[in-house]
């Protein structure tokens, strides 16, 4: 209740600054929508897989999905990752697909070779200079279809669709602008919307969900498409990407939980959802690179509780690098749509 009216008091005070914040971002998508500043385009269709808001919409295994998708379309299919936290990130550089398979996180960040280990044939471009690294890996990989990574903000690039998501546990009065709350630009920026997915939509009440669309559906353009998606358990895997244990194995085992990402509690209540006895949950910061000396006290704090360490799979990529240890496993999760998965593939169909 405190911290409630904490946050009230705050995002009041700061009121001022947010207004500031959103009427820029507002400027900019007008310019660029106008061609004040220019949009660069290209003949390969691209489709943005992007937010408004701060933190873990779940980007990362939607573009994921989408790109799985594709490929059983049978079309080739190129990511465009920032790389955010690598030492690429203003840079360029390309994972995967052609005998690429990349082993540092330090250098293509952990969300690009996580997508690299899952997508073994798509080649990911990182660098925050998306359109000129496509312009310059286009050739050589000559793609069908290109997927922006966290794009919703990225204008200088032109895209065939606009895929906006968000993330249903988060409270509707956190939906103001930063500083005074957890958006990045304001509900302007969905007018260039053409699909709005929920996630982590089987956490939350029917109504919960109703209400943010009431909230959010005045900024819309009126061929929106909804739809609602959650994160599938796939099963336990080990560092070496081999399946330990399937969903129904998992009820009763003792597991250290460590997690680095943007919302780790999601993390810890998927363990505990599954029946599984969580011993410890041992927090990071979002992307964070570990150390071997924290890892090696992991392994004996987790030697000592007899548990294996159960970690998530954007963490693994990085542990791995740094030691290959049986006791490590991370928990792999997939897509799955509640409503709207075939609305939404026939959108993607639309624009080839």
Known sequence: MRSGLFFSALSFLLKPISWLVEVVYVLRRICFNFGVFNQAKFQVPIVSVGNISFG?????????????????????????????????EGKSGIIGGKGRPGINPELFGDEALLMAKRLKKVPIVVGKN???????????????????????QHLKLGRDLNIVLFDALMPLSHYQVAPSGYLREGFYGLKDADIIV??????????????????????????IIFAEMYYR???????????????????????????????????FQNVGLLGCEIVKEQLFPDHHNYTLEEINA??????????????????MVKIRKLINDERFYFLRIDVDFLEGEEDVLEKVREIF
């Not at 359109?131 to 990574?149: H, I, S």
Request: charged share 25%.
């Open 130 to 152: 998306r359109t000129a690294n496509l312009d310059y890996y286009y050739e050589m990989e000559k793609p069908e279809v290109v997927l922006l990574d966290d794009g919703h």
């Open 298 to 315: 992991i392994l004996e704090e987790a030697e000592q509780m007899q548990a294996k360490i159960l970690t998530t799979e954007k963490d």
């Open 233 to 267: 358990v796939s099963g336990v895997f080990d560092a070496r990407y081999g399946q330990v244990y399937t969903e129904q194995e998992l009820r009763g085992k003792r597991f250290y939980c460590v997690a680095g990402i943007a919302s780790p509690q999601y993390f």
């Open 56 to 88: 873990g919409t779940g980007k990362t295994p939607f573009t994921m999905w989408l790109a799985e998708y594709l490929m059983t379309q049978e079309k080739k299919v190129m990511i465009l990752s920032r790389g955010y936290k690598g030492k690429l």
């Open 198 to 223: 929920i996630g982590r939509s089987n956490h939350v009440a029917k109504e919960k969900i109703n209400s943010l669309k009431r909230m959010i559906t005045p900024f819309l353009s009126e061929n």
